[in-house]
Protein backbone atom coordinates (compact mmCIF):
# COMPACT_ATOMS: atom_id res chain seq x y z
CA UNK A 1 0.00 0.00 0.00
CA UNK A 2 1.24 3.29 -1.27
CA UNK A 3 1.80 5.81 1.48
CA UNK A 4 0.26 9.53 0.96
CA UNK A 5 1.91 12.55 2.98
CA UNK A 6 -0.30 15.13 4.42
CA UNK A 7 -2.48 16.96 7.17
CA UNK A 8 -5.09 14.90 8.63
CA UNK A 9 -8.54 16.85 9.24
CA UNK A 10 -8.32 16.34 13.01
CA UNK A 11 -4.59 18.20 12.57
CA UNK A 12 -5.57 20.74 10.33
CA UNK A 13 -8.81 21.63 12.80
CA UNK A 14 -6.40 21.72 15.74
CA UNK A 15 -4.48 24.37 13.98
CA UNK A 16 -7.07 26.69 13.47
CA UNK A 17 -8.55 26.37 16.87
CA UNK A 18 -4.60 27.67 18.03
CA UNK A 19 -4.10 30.37 15.72
CA UNK A 20 -7.84 31.88 16.40
CA UNK A 21 -7.11 31.87 20.74
CA UNK A 22 -3.64 32.86 19.70
CA UNK A 23 -5.28 35.99 17.57
CA UNK A 24 -7.79 36.44 20.19
CA UNK A 25 -5.37 36.96 23.09
CA UNK A 26 -2.94 39.18 20.81
CA UNK A 27 -5.05 41.35 18.49
CA UNK A 28 -6.91 43.82 21.58
CA UNK A 29 -3.49 44.09 22.85
CA UNK A 30 -2.47 45.56 19.49
CA UNK A 31 -5.03 48.28 19.69
CA UNK A 32 -3.11 49.35 22.92
CA UNK A 33 -0.04 48.68 21.24
CA UNK A 34 -0.49 51.35 18.73
CA UNK A 35 -2.08 53.99 20.59
CA UNK A 36 0.60 53.71 22.74
CA UNK A 37 2.53 54.65 19.97
CA UNK A 38 0.42 57.42 18.61
CA UNK A 39 0.32 59.26 22.08
CA UNK A 40 4.61 58.80 22.25
CA UNK A 41 4.80 59.87 18.43
CA UNK A 42 2.93 62.91 19.56
CA UNK A 43 4.26 63.82 22.25
CA UNK A 44 7.57 63.63 21.00
CA UNK A 45 6.71 65.89 17.97
CA UNK A 46 5.69 68.66 20.50
CA UNK A 47 8.62 68.05 22.47
CA UNK A 48 10.61 68.25 19.67
CA UNK A 49 9.24 71.60 18.59
CA UNK A 50 10.22 72.80 22.75
CA UNK A 51 13.40 71.96 22.13
CA UNK A 52 13.69 73.15 18.56
CA UNK A 53 12.52 76.62 19.77
CA UNK A 54 14.79 76.89 22.95
CA UNK A 55 18.32 75.89 21.08
CA UNK A 56 17.07 78.69 18.27
CA UNK A 57 16.87 81.68 20.78
CA UNK A 58 19.66 80.47 21.99
CA UNK A 59 21.56 80.54 18.64
CA UNK A 60 20.34 83.61 17.90
CA UNK A 61 20.57 85.73 21.00
CA UNK A 62 16.60 86.94 20.71
CA UNK A 63 13.75 85.64 21.73
CA UNK A 64 11.72 82.80 19.66
CA UNK A 65 8.46 81.49 20.55
CA UNK A 66 6.10 78.75 20.28
CA UNK A 67 2.68 79.09 19.64
CA UNK A 68 -0.70 77.13 18.89
CA UNK A 69 -2.01 77.52 15.32
CA UNK A 70 -5.68 79.11 15.28
CA UNK A 71 -7.10 76.48 12.46
CA UNK A 72 -5.19 73.24 11.18
CA UNK A 73 -4.78 74.39 7.76
CA UNK A 74 -1.77 73.59 5.72
CA UNK A 75 0.36 76.82 5.72
CA UNK A 76 -1.34 78.68 8.51
CA UNK A 77 1.36 81.13 10.54
CA UNK A 78 -0.85 82.71 12.74
CA UNK A 79 -1.30 82.50 16.67
CA UNK A 80 -4.32 81.27 18.09
CA UNK A 81 -3.69 83.99 20.51
CA UNK A 82 -6.16 83.09 23.56
CA UNK A 83 -6.30 79.66 22.04
CA UNK A 84 -4.95 77.04 24.17
CA UNK A 85 -6.00 74.29 21.89
CA UNK A 86 -2.33 72.84 20.17
CA UNK A 87 -4.17 70.17 18.55
CA UNK A 88 -4.05 72.56 15.43
CA UNK A 89 -0.57 71.93 15.29
CA UNK A 90 2.22 74.46 16.14
CA UNK A 91 4.62 76.57 14.53
CA UNK A 92 8.23 78.13 15.79
CA UNK A 93 9.02 82.04 15.00
CA UNK A 94 11.74 84.88 16.13
CA UNK A 95 9.75 86.72 18.61
CA UNK A 96 11.52 90.12 19.22
CA UNK A 97 8.82 92.35 19.88
CA UNK A 98 7.31 89.22 22.24
CA UNK A 99 4.22 89.45 19.58
CA UNK A 100 2.69 85.95 20.47
CA UNK A 101 -0.32 88.12 20.95
CA UNK A 102 -3.90 87.52 19.69
CA UNK A 103 -3.50 86.68 16.04
CA UNK A 104 -0.42 87.52 15.35
CA UNK A 105 1.59 86.39 12.29
CA UNK A 106 4.84 86.74 12.10
CA UNK A 107 6.40 88.05 8.96
CA UNK A 108 7.83 85.32 6.78
CA UNK A 109 11.32 86.13 7.67
CA UNK A 110 10.70 85.25 11.28
CA UNK A 111 9.03 81.99 10.75
CA UNK A 112 11.20 79.77 11.44
CA UNK A 113 9.51 75.87 11.35
CA UNK A 114 5.81 75.14 11.57
CA UNK A 115 4.47 71.29 12.92
CA UNK A 116 0.76 70.29 11.11
CA UNK A 117 -1.69 69.04 13.12
CA UNK A 118 -0.83 65.60 14.62
CA UNK A 119 -3.06 62.65 13.71
CA UNK A 120 -5.75 61.10 16.79
CA UNK A 121 -8.95 61.38 18.40
CA UNK A 122 -7.55 63.86 21.55
CA UNK A 123 -6.94 66.95 22.83
CA UNK A 124 -3.82 69.09 23.23
CA UNK A 125 -3.68 71.84 25.44
CA UNK A 126 -1.58 74.51 26.93
CA UNK A 127 -0.77 78.45 26.95
CA UNK A 128 -1.62 79.91 24.05
CA UNK A 129 1.76 80.18 23.36
CA UNK A 130 5.29 79.70 24.96
CA UNK A 131 8.64 82.02 25.00
CA UNK A 132 12.47 81.50 24.98
CA UNK A 133 14.75 83.94 26.28
CA UNK A 134 18.07 84.48 24.47
CA UNK A 135 19.58 82.28 27.38
CA UNK A 136 16.94 79.47 27.00
CA UNK A 137 14.92 80.30 30.17
CA UNK A 138 10.90 80.33 29.72
CA UNK A 139 9.55 83.86 29.83
CA UNK A 140 6.56 83.75 32.09
CA UNK A 141 7.26 81.25 34.40
CA UNK A 142 6.46 77.73 34.59
CA UNK A 143 4.38 75.93 31.95
CA UNK A 144 1.65 73.05 31.55
CA UNK A 145 0.87 71.16 28.03
CA UNK A 146 -1.78 68.34 28.68
CA UNK A 147 -2.31 65.22 25.87
CA UNK A 148 -5.47 63.55 26.91
CA UNK A 149 -7.35 60.78 24.52
CA UNK A 150 -10.43 60.25 23.65
CA UNK A 151 -10.45 56.33 24.25
CA UNK A 152 -7.43 56.19 26.69
CA UNK A 153 -6.36 53.09 28.51
CA UNK A 154 -3.48 52.75 31.20
CA UNK A 155 -1.54 55.92 30.93
CA UNK A 156 -1.41 57.15 27.29
CA UNK A 157 -2.28 60.59 28.92
CA UNK A 158 0.52 63.34 29.08
CA UNK A 159 1.66 65.99 30.68
CA UNK A 160 4.60 68.32 29.07
CA UNK A 161 6.29 70.37 32.06
CA UNK A 162 8.41 73.43 30.96
CA UNK A 163 10.47 74.68 33.67
CA UNK A 164 11.59 78.64 33.76
CA UNK A 165 15.28 77.37 33.31
CA UNK A 166 13.56 75.78 29.54
CA UNK A 167 13.75 72.09 30.24
CA UNK A 168 11.44 69.99 29.56
CA UNK A 169 9.94 66.69 31.59
CA UNK A 170 7.14 64.54 30.92
CA UNK A 171 5.13 62.34 33.31
CA UNK A 172 2.21 59.30 31.78
CA UNK A 173 -0.97 60.13 33.55
CA UNK A 174 -3.43 57.95 33.99
CA UNK A 175 -6.97 58.38 32.04
CA UNK A 176 -9.96 59.22 33.75
Known sequence: MKRIDGFTLVEVIITLIVISIIAAVGIPGLGSLMANNQATANTNNLVTA?????????KRGIQVSLCAKSAAEPGNTICGGGNTDWSNGWFAFVDPNSGAAKDYAPTAANQLRSWAAPAGNFTMTGPASVSFT????????????????????????????IETTGRTSLTQQTCT
Do not use: W
Open 50 to 58: LSFSRSESV
Open 134 to 161: SSGDLQGGPAILTINYSQCTGQQNRSIT
